[in-house]
């Protein structure tokens, strides 16, 4: 499929001077014969106890490799016009790459194709925390130090060193970067896009189309900070289409830079941007999240609300139909439970979303079918999608595996978790009981340290009851003692971050913090904000208020509101006046 198809009618296709001689075209195979309907995929369970391995198996590429190979993966990353090449992190931190070689994007320092993995030694002993890759290829890598590498293809500078020679081997790239510490990265087609500790936004590489968010359409041979719109804003995400560009803030506004012949700007028009234009559209939102696609958006809001724009000749939008929208549409509806992630990358036409119920959704380009709307699959992991749905079959992240060939100690210790065959102590809680081992809650929590080596009738004890908290709540401290997970809904969640409050347990008043997070809406956020402020919870204070402030007027009509004691009401709207809340 060509690039032109996915203009609007009327519009010409503007190739920026690109030529098959030259680049490889950033285009997906033709498409496979469109199958037959797909199963109906298995019941899902109501609660998954143990968390889903992903098995690379799933992408061709590493059925290259041995089981003794497999298994040393940590990290790992399929990329590629047609996923013919792969770079993957071992449990030691060590970088191998296998595949084509096209553009020398394997950096092995040769322009040779191999199907036995080679070693990177220029980056050995570095922990890679981002990566990204884009059409040619070429290759963006983070290191938990902050730096950033690069190589492969060079033909508009998209590796930032003033240059236009294929990279052959990793560069360390670092032109206006002195002292700055990056933290994540992002590819285009052709160019490149890095995001510092302090939110600050540099661009790079090809600039057809103004995706380098300069003001102009020069080619930028080196990173430039991306300024406009985004002086003095502090940016936390970005993502790349093929030629355009986006940036997610603090305060969840989205600004979107470059090629927009589809909308995939979301600004209402298709006309290009050459320096960032804010989506107007989500005005009131609050975005975490943006994923790109060849040539569509997605975001995903603060509420778990999902938004698509941009092209859909693929279905890829999930509104049910094939036209392309210049603005922001809320899709997946009518879905129960809140969306957590989304997923989408500029080589394919695919996207994904997971809920919170852990159920995965596939729509789009799907081995050669178009899905115009979100389906269920059988999946538990939004990675799945793309390994076996997506043309061609990349990675849309740097993907991070388990592997469940034998129980580790951790493994073990979840297995026995509430085992009565093992177990020397039962708690019981309203009227049920919990089965633990005494060794377990000694070696994890000071608190039953001091219960069962101390004089403590309950040391003699073989139940104990429990009857200042629920069930749920306690249950989940034991099991979390046993896992270091935590599985409740924000409800509970409150009564465990009680629990770990008395009890000192600052790791899991964090977890807690995050699950209340992650689960947070108009009609339950204030009373998440009193709770917060309740169990001395700064940050998640901080949070729940922000949200509250976001959403203030859908807040001051729920019952929680106005049920609110009078001190913590007077001092809300004290706060949120000091920060302008009120001021239309």
């Avoid at 199963?39 to 109501?46: C, F, M, V």
């Avoid at 009227?431 to 081992?437: R, T």
């Avoid at 009509?557 to 009120?582: H, P, Y």
């Amino acid at each position: 499929m060509s690039q032109a198809s996915l203009l609007p009618e009327g519009r010409s296709r503007d190739t920026g001077g690109l030529t098959t001689s030259n680049l490889p075209p950033p285009v997906p195979p033709a498409p496979i014969p469109t199958p037959g309907p797909c199963p109906t995929p298995p019941p899902r369970r109501s609660r998954v106890r143990y968390p889903a391995m992903v098995d690379v198996g799933k992408w061709p590429l590493f059925t290259l490799l041995g089981a003794s190979e497999v298994a040393s993966i940590r990290q790992a990353c399929v990329f590629g016009t047609s996923a013919n090449e792969a770079i993957y992190i071992t449990h030691d931190d060590e970088i191998f790459v296998f595949g084509l070689n096209c553009s020398n994007c394997l950096g092995t320092g040769d322009s040779q194709s191999t199907i036995v993995p080679k070693k990177l030694d220029f980056l050995r002993g570095k922990k890679v925390v981002s990566l990204s890759y884009g059409s040619g290829p070429h290759v963006l890598l983070v290191t938990d130090e902050g730096e950033l590498f690069a190589w492969g293809h060079n033909g508009y500078s998209q590796l930032g060193n003033g240059t236009t020679n294929q990279g052959v081997a990793p560069i360390l790239v670092s032109t206006n970067l002195q002292n700055k510490k990056i933290r994540e990265v992002a590819c285009g087609s052709h160019h490149s896009m890095a995001l510092t500790q302090d939110g600050e936004v540099f661009a790079w590489g090809y600039n057809n189309c103004g995706q380098v968010g300069s003001g102009s359409t020069a080619n930028q041979p080196t990173p430039r900070r991306v300024t406009n719109c985004l002086q003095g804003k502090v940016v936390t995400g970005i993502t790349c289409g093929q030629t355009s560009s986006m940036a997610v803030l603090d305060n969840g506004e989205v600004f979107g830079w470059g090629y927009n012949g589809n909308g995939q700007l979301g600004v209402g028009n298709n006309g290009n941007q050459l320096t960032p234009c804010r989506l107007a559209t989500l005005q009131g939102r609050c975005v975490l999240q943006i994923a790109s696609g060849y040539a569509h958006t997605l975001a995903l809001t603060d509420e778990g609300l999902l938004f698509a724009w941009g092209a859909n000749t693929y279905g890829q939008l999930g509104t049910g139909n094939k036209s392309n929208q210049l603005s922001p549409v809320q899709i997946m509806t009518e879905k129960e439970s809140r969306i957590v992630e989304i997923a989408a990358c500029h080589s394919t036409h695919t996207s994904a979303s997971k809920t919170q119920s852990g159920q995965v959704y596939m729509w789009g380009q799907c081995r050669g079918q178009s899905v115009v709307l979100p389906f269920l699959t059988h999946f538990s992991s939004t990675d799945d999608v793309f390994g076996c749905f997506a043309t061609p079959s990349v990675m849309w992240r740097l993907l991070s595996m388990e592997h469940d060939d034998f129980l580790t100690v951790a493994q073990s210790l979840r297995k026995e978790f509430d085992s009565p065959e093992t177990a020397d102590l039962k708690f019981c809680v309203d009227g049920k009981y919990i089965h633990v081992h005494k060794a377990v809650l000694k070696i994890r929590c000071e608190h039953f340290r001091s219960m069962f080596q101390s004089h403590w009738t309950e040391d003699m004890k073989e139940v104990i009851e429990i009857d200042q908290f629920s069930y749920p709540v306690y249950r989940s401290f034991l099991e979390f003692l046993y896992t270091d997970n935590v599985d409740l809904p924000p409800e509970d969640a409150i009564g465990l971050l009680d629990l770990a409050t008395s009890y000192c347990e600052n790791r899991l008043k964090r977890l807690c913090q995050h699950i209340i997070k992650r689960g947070i809406t108009v009609e339950n956020a204030f009373s998440l904000l009193s709770a917060a402020v309740r169990y001395d919870a700064e940050d998640l204070e901080e949070f729940c208020f922000k949200f509250c402030v976001n959403h203030l007027t859908a807040v001051t009509q729920t019952t929680a509101f106005w049920q609110v004691d009078g001190n913590m009401l007077k001092e809300f709207i004290c706060r949120a006046s000091r920060c302008g809340a009120f001021k239309n």
